[in-house]
C-alpha cells in the first residue's frame, strides 16, 4: 500500500528516495505483509523505484540497492533485501546480500512476501478453516474403530491437519478420526 509521505518519513528521508537516494521521494510505500499506520513500516520511494518494483525487467537499476541495504531502517533494509532476493541467482545480487549481515526479523520481513500458506480445501476446491462443519462425500471405513461413516455424514468443528493440506480431523461417533479433503464438502 502506498501513501502520500508524511511530515516525520519526509525529515527521516530527507526528501530523497530512501533505495536509489538520486531522486525526490514521492510516496509512502509500506512493506507487506505490514501497512502503513507507523513510520517504521514504511519507506519514501521516488516514482522510478515504485514503478520498478512491478517490472522485473528492471533489475539494472536495482544495483542501488547496494546502497540502501546499509540503511539503518529495518523497512528499508527489509525492502531491499525483498528486491534482491527476487534476482538472488544474479551474481550482483547475490553479492549485495552477501555485503550486509541484516537481522533475523528483517530477513523474516524480507522473504516474508515468498511464503506460499498452505490451504486446505475440499473436494470441490472450497477452503476449508478450523471450525467449519463439512458433510462426507462417500462412504470412509474408519481404521481401527470396526464402523463405517456413510456417505453424508455431517462432521461439525473440523480441525485442519497443519502439517497435511490433504488431512483434517473431525469426530464422527463420538471417535475423533483422520479425514482425507478430497472427500468432503464443507456446508
Excluded at 520481513?109 to 462425500?137: C, I, M, P, R, Y
Amino acid at each position: 500500500m502506498n501513501t502520500r509521505i508524511t511530515p516525520a518519513l519526509q525529515a527521516r528521508s530527507e526528501g530523497n528516495c530512501e533505495l536509489c537516494a538520486s531522486e525526490l521521494a514521492s510516496t509512502a510505500y509500506a512493506v507487506s505483509p505490514r501497512n502503513n499506520d507507523a513510520i517504521e513500516n514504511e519507506v519514501a520511494l521516488c516514482e522510478t523505484c515504485f514503478k520498478a518494483l512491478d517490472d522485473a525487467g528492471q533489475k539494472l537499476h536495482w544495483h542501488c540497492l547496494a546502497g540502501s541495504i546499509w540503511n539503518p531502517e529495518p523497512s528499508v533494509q527489509a525492502l531491499s533485501y525483498r528486491i534482491l532476493y527476487t534476482f538472488k541467482d544474479e551474481e550482483w545480487a547475490a553479492e549485495i546480500m552477501g555485503s550486509v549481515e541484516l537481522g533475523e526479523a528483517v530477513v523474516l520481513w524480507a522473504k516474508s512476501a515468498f511464503e506460499v500458506k498452505a490451504v486446505h480445501k475440499d473436494s470441490n476446491g472450497t477452503e476449508l478453516a478450523n471450525g467449519d462443519t463439512v458433510v462426507l462425500t462417500q462412504g470412509l471405513n474408519v481404521k481401527g474403530a470396526n464402523f463405517m461413516a456413510p456417505k453424508g455424514t455431517i462432521v461439525r468443528k473440523i480441525r485442519l491437519v497443519n502439517d497435511n493440506v490433504e488431512q483434517i480431523e473431525g469426530k464422527v461417533n463420538e471417535q475423533t478420526i483422520v479425514i482425507l479433503t478430497k472427500y468432503v464438502r464443507k456446508s
